[in-house]
């Protein structure tokens, strides 16, 4: 698949098939991520690696839920995504919110490519940078001074949507 076709081909997937991923598919994605240029080369960018029935992503979405005041939500933040992948960074350094988004979206191609649905995560920021920050920080296996960048949940597509649309005259200025 040509990169083109997979930046306009990807769309969030809210929706997955019990189907696992084999070691060789995550790795596969991981090294997409590893692979994603970092300010300076600083490769600052850790990834922690969790199955879908671990019990910290259950534990995390009733927190997130409670935090928003709810009882439950329609579904869990995942959408029983097989695997979840939280990427974390260096707190103390200027470019990492940027470098995890490259990561990120390095994996969300890399994941349509390989014909798997992906969803970018990042509602769970208040639950992971919050006053539990270093619990879920050791729980996740954050290295030390590292805190929560963003999530995706990959797996085999069980809903489809189509890409979002886009308005380019209000968000492109030509100055030429
Ligand atoms: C940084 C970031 C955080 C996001 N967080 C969530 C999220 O927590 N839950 C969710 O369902 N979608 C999340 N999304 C997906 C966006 O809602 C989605 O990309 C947007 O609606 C455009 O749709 P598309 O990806 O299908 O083109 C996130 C996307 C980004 C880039």
């Known amino acids: 698949m040509k990169v083109s076709e997979a930046i306009t081909k ?5 929706g997955y098939t019990e189907e696992e991923l084999s070691k060789e598919e995550i790795r596969l994605l991981l090294e997409a991520g590893l692979k994603a240029p970092t300010a300076s080369n600083k490769q600052e960018i850790h990834f ?3 199955k879908g029935d671990d019990p910290l992503l259950k534990e995390m979405d009733q ?7 709810v009882e439950s ?13 939280f990427l974390s960074g260096d707190k103390s350094f200027r470019w990492t919110a940027v470098d995890a988004g490259i990561a990120v979206e390095n994996m969300a191609l890399m994941a349509e490519e390989m014909g798997l649905g992906n969803l970018i995560i990042g509602c769970v920021y208040d639950v992971l940078r919050g006053e539990r920050e270093d619990y879920y920080a050791q729980k996740l296996a954050f290295p030390e001074g590292y805190e929560y960048q ?12 189509a890409p979002h649309t886009f308005d380019f005259e209000k968000n492109v200025s030509f100055l030429f």
Not at 75 to 81: G, I, K, L, R
Not at 150 to 161: D, F, Q, R, Y
């Open 10 to 14: 990807r769309y969030s997937t809210r």
């Open 73 to 85: 939500a329609p579904h869990n933040f995942y959408y029983e995504a097989p695997v979840v992948i």
């Open 150 to 161: 963003v999530a995706i949940a990959l797996g085999h597509k069980a809903a489809e949507k």
């Open 63 to 69: 927190e997130r839920n409670r935090l928003k005041k």
């Open 48 to 50: 922690s690696v969790l």
